[in-house]
């Protein structure tokens, strides 16, 4: 029975991972199909589109069913119409969380993202109530093995971006939103692909939170990620590294 049990184990641990790359797949084709369809279906010349096909590349997404996606958004008869809305509330600890969706479906999504906040120890607020205590900015991130960090900061800088971080797992280039692309464009020709470009919504400040509080919070954000039409959720806190331990294993 032990081997039966293992051999189960590994199969629902595998069923699992399966239904998460399935779930991955759908945001990353909703964000493709808008990508296309907001500007051109050329890469090249949309940067949002650029960086949606790089996200799908590192997620090992087929080519074909990449194609299909951006076609279905170059097309205006084709599939649906996912419309983007942002969500902004408060989570355990007074934390202020911001919830980017793609959504066919607008009273749908909102009662089921105002369903979470409040099941997850939190309260949906109005659209602004909690904005203000971030920067909507362009992030672009290549791996830490990608440039030493005075070759990245200086290309960077040389490009036109606001700030730099780098340690030894990954460098994070931040930019205007208006700069994102031209950015991107000129540190990819000096050190390929990056692993991400997107306008982001970057924290002014962090709220260090108690583990009980950062615990709730975890799962209260691990829920909206979830949700199928959920594209993004940022949150300003800092939690302990211990709690971060114990979630993560």
């Not at 069923?15 to 964000?31: C, Y």
């Not at 066919?104 to 909102?110: G, H, K, L, P, Q």
């Not at 950015?183 to 919504?201: D, T």
Request: proline fraction near 4%; avoid cysteine.
């Amino acid at each position: 029975m032990a081997g039966h049990s293992h051999s189960a184990n590994i199969a629902h641990r595998k069923g699992a991972q399966d239904a998460k790359k399935a779930k991955q797949f759908t945001k990353l084709i909703r964000e493709l199909t808008v990508a296309a369809k907001s500007g051109l279906p050329d890469a090249a010349a949309n940067p949002r589109l650029r960086a949606a096909i790089a996200a799908a590349r590192q997620a090992n997404m087929p080519r074909d069913t990449l194609e299909r996606a951006i076609k279905r958004g170059a097309d205006p008869g084709e599939g649906e119409n996912y419309e983007e809305v942002r969500y902004e509330g408060y989570g355990p600890g007074g934390v202020a969380i911001i919830v980017e969706a793609l959504t066919d479906n607008r009273n749908r999504t909102a009662g089921e993202v105002r369903a979470a906040f409040t099941k997850g120890g939190g309260n949906l607020a109005e659209t602004g109530a909690v904005s203000f205590q971030f920067s909507h900015v362009g992030l672009i991130e290549y791996d830490g093995k990608a440039a030493s960090a005075d070759a990245l900061l200086e290309a960077a800088i040389e490009a036109g971006a606001e700030d730099v971080t780098s340690s030894a797992d990954v460098h994070e280039i931040y930019t205007t939103p208006d700069s994102l692309g031209a950015v991107s464009k000129a540190l990819e020709m000096k050190f390929g692909e990056p692993r991400k470009a997107a306008l982001v919504w970057k924290p002014q400040n962090t709220v260090p939170i108690d583990d009980v509080a950062g615990e709730k919070l975890l799962r209260l954000i691990e829920t909206l990620n979830e949700h199928d039409d959920v594209q993004n959720v940022y949150a300003n806190f800092e939690i302990s590294d211990a709690l971060m331990h114990k979630m993560s294993a």
